[in-house]
């Protein structure tokens, strides 16, 4: 019974297209996060959303838009893909939002724009 | 938020004991430390929580100084299955607007087992 679950798990695309990532949670949270891990496995915050609303958005290009339709979801819609959108990235839920809440991350999505 | 600076890399073998020690030196009154652990292909797992002492659970302690500038995460007995990269993160208990760095996580240590 997964807690935070993605789809799809890999993503194989060309530049300039439009993709979603979709994350589910069961975990009955408020709040959940998106980060990007990129080849040198820095993993860093992009955004975060507590009951549905946008609380943490970081120096992420307009590019990205997430959406949160109910507090058990949050998906990911990235614009005019690039070279450089290449990463995994990780979908995320806590309780509570506070740095120092338990993170539940979901298996991630590979994402290759060629 | 504090930043943490950690080993990029460790190298143990199997039945040793392993210590990673993250320095936090801007650490503030409210934040706390927390481990997580990730392996190839997977997110960030969870691993230990701690303020202040000592704190253990079945997978590992963590050790934390009186000035709390660093902590020391212990995996006792460590298996190949430990191979991974462990992350420490230091942040309050609540977000109260501004940077987000607590919920950066870094390169981590990358720690290796060998047989």
């Known amino acids: 019974d997964t807690a935070v679950s993605q789809t799809p798990k890999y993503l194989v695309t060309q530049m300039g297209n439009d993709k979603s990532i979709k994350c589910e949670q069961n975990?009955?949270?408020?709040?959940m996060y998106w980060y990007k891990q990129d080849s040198k496995k820095f993993l860093k915050i992009m955004f975060s959303y507590n009951n549905k609303e946008l609380i943490i958005n970081e120096t992420v290009p307009n590019r990205f838009s997430p959406k949160s339709p109910d507090k058990a979801h949050l998906n990911l819609h990235i614009n005019s893909l690039e070279l450089g959108d290449s990463a995994v990235y990780f979908c995320?839920?806590?309780?509570?939002?506070?740095?120092?809440?338990?993170?539940?991350f979901g298996p991630g999505t590979r994402l290759t724009v060629l | 938020l504090a930043k943490t600076t950690q080993p990029i890399s460790m190298d143990s073998y199997e039945g040793q004991e392993v210590n990673i020690t993250c320095s936090h030196n801007n650490i503030a009154t409210n934040d706390y430390i927390t481990w997580y652990q990730q392996f190839p292909s997977q997110g960030p797992r969870f691993i230990i929580q701690?303020?202040?002492t000592k704190v253990t659970n079945e997978v590992a302690s963590l050790f934390i100084p009186a000035d709390r500038k660093s902590s020391t995460l212990s995996l006792p007995r460590v298996s190949l299955s430990d191979t991974a990269v462990y992350y420490c993160l230091v942040g309050d208990t609540m977000y109260s607007g501004g940077g987000a760095d607590g919920l950066t996580f870094g390169k981590g240590t990358h720690l290796i087992i060998q047989p």
């Open positions: 995320a839920s806590s309780q509570d939002l506070g740095f120092s809440d338990t993170q539940y």
């Open positions: 975990l009955g949270h408020d709040t």
């Open positions: 701690g303020y202040k």
